[in-house]
């Protein structure tokens, strides 16, 4: 893909020429001075618009794309078409259609001329493409080229040099039947085909001429046209003043050395240059409107200057507008609490956070993990509330989750707690994550590749899941010995820490042992230690006085435990989650009367019940077909299957109960409350299963 960004940015200043060329800026410093302005240099304006379509439409000529050219013609007939309707009151005030031959004007104008001065454009666009890629088929582009020249040639005497054309008279003859059908040569047919070529050039050759000689080039062949159109004035042998013949390499030249700037392309700027070239003359009109109205002709009409910034500004103002209402009209994304969402109350995290950091030891900080979408909660959202709040130390399970974050701007610590395979070591450097080395194997991968990175030893000190065992101190100094691993932590993870059983809480402990004594062994080695951390949740809430440098918090952090457990630390926990849904219709049951998929529930009287518009594809876990849901502050009882969609739920005993009605999954309804820990429970799971499968398709609304 070449970079033609900086066509983009050259458009805008292509219409802001087009608008220079319609409001003379310099009239009233000098004629000369707005001739050179508006009738030389301003003249690159369209042949620039016209080369990039040829640019980018070569490609699709030369594979015969004909659906292609046709559907880009379609698209310039549509523009004009609306331009043509947006000027006709304009075409009427002037009464310009009050001509005898009404018929033959409107032809020459809808084909030629334009209905109205700059709209030209756009019928000269699409016949001169027709023109083009018909020839372009038929002969090749050499050839195409050279007819294109011919034509264009031909064009030059009906316009800039038309003072010549005028002393031979079979000549003039040939140019009195040209205007007969167009008022200009500047139009589809003389002028149009030339640049698209152009285009067409650059884009097929390969452009090899460096930077600095292209742009020598373009200042020479640009002075020389601005000598020859003065030129052409000053001998008074203008008819017209679009067409030059210096304008053909100024042209390439200037085309050429905007693609080597290269640059980020913008659909923004295409379109608002587009749409200023379009509505300028309207703006015109309204500017010198507004003028009288306000009494400011002095300023804004007569100040030829002031005239075009205010023209210039105000097509620019209503081109960006109109982008930005577009854009919002295209990418109408429904209201978050439309159907099924996650309530996210931040204050609530930042409370827990508060809790939690209260517990610990003064030196030991939190690092918050973060993995699985934290938890259900969002996971950008979270850490960046987190990172605002103090916590400079985030833990996600896999690389892709740690790239998510970083992209998103967020610049705390990053480590990656589960096994990252060594070939993406080049990603853990980019981004400056820590990579968990979770064995000697793994070490030596990840060494192999002489990338440096920093990363945390993982023990196993009896979970026996990830980690280097405890007691193989030979493989941990070979870990060490992997120069281009920066060991900047060494830790381990509990196994029982949430139970309260005395052989539990003594295993917990040995856990525990076998960490310092490895941590003592390591400094007695003078090996690196860096930040050490053994504690998540439940070691927090359990084990609070240990005194290491972080404790890893997860699910406590969200404001819930993984289940209804009690726990040896007081502290005040808030749920950060709500989920909730609509009714989206309610119905009655009678007696005898199933409902739902498998016919599993049967009405044993007449009852009313409701459509919620969430199911186990929004997370809701299948089995949970024994609960409730709070709708206007009562229970409601779900029966039936929940579907991937939708689950129902009985509101015989709740009065008024209507679509477009909230149910609450998960979260507070006036006095009524339900609980993750008791959904968790009522599935037979713990809330850290429940919370990290919500699905992807519930609105997020957060609470700050
Ligand atoms: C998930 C995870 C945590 C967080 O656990 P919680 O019980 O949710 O606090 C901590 N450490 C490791 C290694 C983990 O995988």
Redesign the pocket.
Known sequence: MKKTGSLDTFRLIAAFLVIANHTSPLLSYGETADFILTRIIARIAVPFFLMVSGYFLYKYIKNGDNAYILSFCKKIALLYALSILLYLPLNLYAGHYETVNLGREFLKDLFFDGTFYHLWYFPGLILGVMIVAFLVRKIGLKFTFFISLILYVIGLFGDSYYGMTETFSSLEAFYEAVFTLSDYTRNGVFMVPIFLVLGMLIYKGNNMIPFQRNLLFFVISFSLLILEGLLLHALKLQRHDSMYIMLIPAMYFLFISLLQIRGKSSKDLRSISTIMYIIHPWIIVLVRFAAEVVNLEKWFIENSLMHFIGVSFLSLAAARIITLVWKRRNNATPPPTGRAWAEIDLQALRKNATQLKGVLPEKTKLMA?V?ANAYGHGAVRIAKELSDSGINSL?V?TLAEAIELRRNGIKCDILI?GYTPAQSIRIIKKYNFTQTVIGLEHAKELNKHAVSINVQIKIDTGMHRLGTDASQLAELKEIYQCQHLNVVGVFS?LAVSDSLDKDDIAFTNRQIDRYNQTIQWLETQQLPVGHQHIQ???GILNYPHLQYDYA?????LYGVL?QNDRVLTNVELKPVLSIKARVAMVKTLHPGEALGYGRAFTAASTMKTAVITIGYSDGIPRNMANGHVLIRSQKAQVIGRICMDQLLVDVSGIEGVQADDIATLIGRDGSQQITAEDVAESCGTIT?DLLSRLGERLGYVYKV
């Not at 890893?552 to 406590?556: L, M, N, S």
């Open positions: 993990v993995k833990a399970a707690l993870h998540a949740s439940y890893r918090a997860g699910i406590t993984s850290n």
